[in-house]
């Protein structure tokens, strides 16, 4: 951690003194021909094992060959995880990146240092389009300019720079379409965090009904890994002349040893597995002794109830994949309102509303997919409704 806060700090000062001079150098009076020298690529990144890196990153270079010529990344990536409420902003869709421009020799050491392979492809750009592409990265740098709004799906580090190069095109960029590639956000988020179980199941346990469904190639290039493929089969179409977009490949980083810290030893499915057997125990228990046990019952209330704030508060972010979550029909804040009535004795009308939610979000299923091991919270609750439901004279607290 501390190298991170290292690299990020010296990422800002350089990021500064660059901002200043930048766009005075993109004004400067250049003969189309002084672009013959400059080589524009788009830099893909292998991931590495801290969180912010799972899924990859993208960023622009722009060498200038000349002798004492500039070679910059330009990172659609920078952001402080300093900030108060880092987390909670970036949850709710409420945290700003913003334009980083700093030597490219940094930008490798950085993942080199982590073991990711970086994979550069050198754009078949024309004079023109390369002074078109660097008057608008000095645009973007500009204080007022640099800094957006993220969205991990929508507008991250990828599609800034995927949609930058785009605009700076003289004429269209067309894509070899593959219509039997149709995933969904949630399978193309599973296949990049599989190494990651909990981390798998908190993206589950927010993303919603529209994260299962299909996407077309343009949204599948939020990952800098399919924007990498797309790039590599893609063609700029000028006045009905086609060239390829990329006109070489090389690997700017080889991939090194990554080092994978050890988590929490159990996964999700585990954890599901302990507590489904405990559920089964303590229903078969409470059966026999025809009676239930209060203190198993406020557990369960209190972990659907505390993870239901959460997925109701979710209904406000500005991420369009999370707003409607069918998990809140077992995950809601019910159980905090029906706590003490229960408590108390008088929980029935709790228990009855909670079996039909339940029976809800199993139907539910059909359209959305679960964190992994839910459904065994969901049997939980359904064994406590049955005793509570149960009509038996003696049935006692």
Known sequence: MKHLKTVFRTILALSVCITMTLPVYANKAFNTEDYDSVEVSLLTCQPHDEVYSLYGHTAIR???????????????GVFDFNRPHFVMRFVFGLTDYELGAYPYRLFLEEYRHFGSMVTEQVLNLTNEEKQRLHRALAENLMEQNKVYRYNYFYS????????????CVNGDVVYTENKEYTPTYREMVHEMVCNNPWSRWGNDLLLGVKADMKT???????????LMYDFDRAQINANGIRRPLVKERRMAVPAGVQIIQSGFPLSPLACAAI???????????????KRSFLLWDILLMLATGTIGIVLTLMIFSQHPTVSLNLQILLFNPLPWFFLWPVIKGRGRSYWLTTGILTALFFLGALVQTYAEGIWS?????LFQTCIHLRKSPDYAK
Request: charged fraction near 20%; aromatic fraction near 10%.
């Open 377 to 381: 919270l969901a049997l939980c609750l």
């Open 156 to 167: 991250n580090c990828t599609t800034k720079a995927r949609d930058i190069i785009e605009r």
């Open 275 to 289: 507590l489904a057997v405990i559920g089964l125990v303590v229903f078969i228990a409470e059966w026999r002794l």
């Open 216 to 226: 077309v190639r343009h949204q599948q290039e939020f990952l800098p890994k399919n």
């Open 62 to 76: 722009w060498h200038d060959m000349h002798q004492g010529g500039s070679d910059i990344a330009f990172n659609y």
